[in-house]
T-cell receptor, first 113, second 111 residues
Framework: EAGVTQFPSHSVIEKGQTVTLRCDPI?????LYWYRRVMGKEIKFLLH????????ESGMPNNRFLAERTGGTYSTLKVQPAELEDSGVYFC???????????FGNGTRLTVT | GDSVTQMEGPVTLSEEAFLTINCTYT??????LFWYVQYPGEGLQLLLK?????DKGSNKGFEATYRKETTSFHLEKGSVQVSDSAVYFC??????????FGAGTRLTVKP
């Protein structure tokens, strides 16, 4: 089966610009998660979708971040406007079961200059 | 809140050396515990897991035992190889919660 895919793999943008990250989970996985790793620190939870609904978005840092999962398939994470501290690697993961055995994508490395 | 603390790296070992990466956790309930590995240029992969106290997870020569009394889940391997060079993340998950990760430990194995 195809794994979790993320696009783009790298993105370099200027402060104040907008970036949209995409995640395609494994087909049939209802649970979709976004995580972020900043500057070699721990991987931090951002939010969790169950199908198209946001189950938990307690990790979203602020209202510059908007995640959607229309139709319960792929998800997008938009950062608008981007700030320097948003730089990091954004991981998407999906799972079918609880407690989750997560399947991760390769991540999107975002650099804000 | 629920959290994971793992030993800081980087860790550099010679091939065939013994590896231990310490991990301790804090949780209000009874979490499942995981070790994930990220090889260069790849995403995170589940290495092993344990879902209850005294369980031992094992895979590819790596082992970790869920110790409730010491709230630990240390990763061990008896003889590391160059191909084990990667970043290792300890993590926990409560039944209906999200995954909490440690900061990651970079392992470099030299021939």
């Amino acid at each position: 089966e195809a794994g979790v895919t993320q696009f783009p793999s790298h993105s370099v943008i200027e402060k104040g610009q907008t970036v949209t990250l995409r995640c395609d989970p494994i087909s049939g996985h209802d649970n979709l998660y976004w995580y972020r790793r900043v500057m070699g620190k721990e991987i931090k939870f951002l939010l969790h979708f169950v199908k198209e609904s946001k189950q938990d978005e307690s990790g979203m840092p602020n209202n510059r971040f908007l995640a959607e999962r229309t139709g319960g398939t792929y998800s997008t994470l938009k950062v608008q406007p981007a700030e320097l501290e948003d730089s990091g690697v954004y991981f998407c993961a999906s799972s079918q079961t609880q407690p989750p055995s997560l399947h991760f994508g390769n991540g999107t490395r975002l650099t804000v200059t | 809140g629920d959290s994971v603390t793992q030993m800081e790296g980087p860790v550099t070992l010679s091939e065939e050396a013994f590896l231990t990466i310490n991990c301790t956790y804090t949780a209000t309930g009874y979490p499942s515990l995981f070790w994930y590995v990220q090889y260069p240029g790849e995403g995170l992969q589940l290495l092993l897991k344990a879902t209850k106290a005294d369980d031992k997870g094992s895979n590819k020569g790596f082992e970790a035992t869920y110790r409730k009394e010491t709230t630990s889940f240390h990763l061990e391997k008896g003889s590391v190889q160059v191909s084990d060079s990667a970043v290792y993340f300890c993590a926990l998950s409560l039944v209906y919660g999200d995954m909490r990760f440690g900061a990651g430990t970079r392992l470099t194995v030299k021939p």
